[in-house]
């Protein structure tokens, strides 16, 4: 992972952040099955681990690495209006390069997917002890891929996108505790 933000805090009314974010990632899946047929057996006579797979070839059931590549760039505003009213509003942009090596099936699928993700949000600081807020935001979780295809689920799975609506209140109370 690598971030790089900049910042201005030093504004009264108006503060932001900008920056831009880098992540690779290589997560190697290996999936073995073992029998031992002679365990059971009278007298026990332990075989071996035998890896099950085609019966022709001795390989293990899944054998691959899925890359992760994300580029991400983002940038948040922070408005006071009032002393008592603010609103924040951001946006972050992911680029993903997604890449499975499958050592098994001598395959390499890949994918690019991109997505934009927006914020805003509006505070009011009733008092001291008193705030409430109202937000919105999408979320997104890449796609990728499974060791295989099953009955029930392809191997590439898709992306992941969220809408996120909350509104809330904060309050302080026995002395700030």
């Known amino acids: 992972n690598q971030e790089f933000r900049f910042?201005?805090?030093?504004?009264?009314?108006?503060?932001w952040d900008a920056g831009t974010f880098f992540q690779h990632s290589e997560k190697e899946l290996l999936t073995k099955a073992f029998a031992d047929?002679?365990?059971?057996?009278?007298?026990?006579?332990?075989?071996?681990?035998?890896?099950?797979?085609?019966?022709?070839?001795?390989?293990?059931?899944?054998?691959?690495?899925?890359?992760?590549?994300?580029?991400?760039?983002?940038?948040?505003?922070?408005?006071?209006?009032?002393?008592?009213?603010?609103i924040s509003v951001g946006m972050r942009f992911d680029l993903d390069h997604i890449e499975q090596n499958n050592r098994n099936d001598k395959t390499n699928p890949k994918r690019t997917d991109n997505k934009i993700q927006p914020k805003i949000s509006f505070t009011y600081k009733a008092s001291e002890r008193v705030l409430s807020y109202i937000n919105y935001g999408r979320g997104y979780r890449n796609a990728g891929y499974n060791a295989q295809t099953t009955p029930l689920?392809?191997?590439?799975?898709?992306?992941?996108?969220?809408?996120?609506?909350?509104?809330?209140l904060k309050t302080s109370s026995a002395n700030n505790r």
């Not at 691959?64 to 590549?69: A, G, K, Q, R």
């Not at 689920?153 to 809330?168: I, K, L, R, S, V």
């Open 37 to 86: 047929f002679g365990y059971f057996a009278m007298p026990a006579q332990p075989t071996g681990d035998l890896v099950m797979t085609n019966f022709l070839e001795t390989r293990p059931l899944s054998d691959f690495i899925n890359t992760y590549n994300t580029l991400a760039a983002f940038g948040f505003a922070d408005y006071k209006m009032t002393e008592k009213f603010m």
């Open 7 to 15: 910042s201005n805090r030093s504004g009264k009314r108006f503060t």
């Open 153 to 168: 689920f392809d191997a590439q799975y898709e992306a992941e996108t969220t809408n996120n609506f909350e509104w809330g």
